[in-house]
């Protein structure tokens, strides 16, 4: 698969806080997906974007696909506790496959 | 909404024992894959499929196999566990058409003593 790299590894949010994630690669991916996974659970699609440039909303959450189509972040506004979590950045770069990131672990701070 | 199933949840085995871990989906997705996970680490391909009768290995080499009989089913075998077998394995499907979003099931942890 293609090497992604996402940032930060881990965070701590504070209820309210806005946070950011961000996914970038030396490859050109097609699409880009990200992904929020509970323990013990399977990842749930967030986002998808389609095109370079594009930004597109989910609720509190926002995305955009980088125009060089290489990188993409995750914003998540105003953020309440059910926000932790792991999150995935995805890349397609063909008909089949995704390359996932390592994931950012979103913690709630004491 | 994604409806694909995955059986056992949570499975703890002795070292030889072969097992299966099964995967559905309702969905009549043509196409399905099967990721492993460490925990918190990033997921890898070790199997897919494109349609009934085309299986293919993926970026992770696995002992495991695979088959593809019906359009709705994509069970995963390892034929004698170790524990280095031991992980979070996650099935996936997507439609034949449109961008490629994969749906996952709840994922088997397995446990190899």
């Known amino acids: 698969g293609q090497q992604l790299n996402q940032s930060p590894q881990s965070m701590f949010i504070q209820e309210g806080e806005d946070v950011s994630m961000n996914c970038t690669s030396s490859?050109?991916?097609?699409?880009w997906l990200w992904y929020k996974q509970d323990p013990g659970e399977g990842p749930v699609l967030l986002i998808a974007l389609y095109k370079a440039g594009e930004l597109t909303s989910n609720g509190r959450l926002t995305a955009q696909f980088g125009i060089t189509r290489k990188d993409s972040f995750l914003n998540i506004s105003a953020s309440i506790p059910s926000d932790v979590g792991i999150y995935f950045c995805?890349?397609?770069?063909?008909?089949?496959?995704?390359?996932f990131g390592a994931g950012t672990t979103v913690t709630v701070r004491a | 909404e994604a409806d694909i199933y995955q059986t056992p949840r949570y499975l703890v085995i002795g070292t030889g024992k072969k097992i299966t871990l099964e995967c559905s989906q309702t969905?009549?997705?043509?196409?399905m894959y099967w990721y492993q996970q460490d925990p918190g680490m990033e997921l890898h391909l070790i199997h897919y499929?494109?349609?009934?009768?085309?299986?293919e290995k993926g970026d992770l080499s696995s002992e495991s196999t695979v088959s593809r009989i019906r359009t709705e089913h994509f069970p995963l075998t390892l034929e004698s566990a170790r524990p280095s077998h031991t992980s979070q394995y996650l099935c996936?499907?997507?439609?034949?058409?449109?961008?490629?979003?994969?749906?996952f099931g709840e994922g088997s942890r397995l446990t190899v003593l």
């Open positions: 995805a890349g397609r770069y063909n008909d089949y496959k995704l390359s």
């Open positions: 996936a499907s997507s439609p034949r058409q449109g961008p490629g979003e994969l749906f």
């Open positions: 969905m009549g997705h043509d196409k």
């Open positions: 490859s050109i991916f097609n699409t």
């Open positions: 499929s494109y349609g009934v009768n085309s299986t």
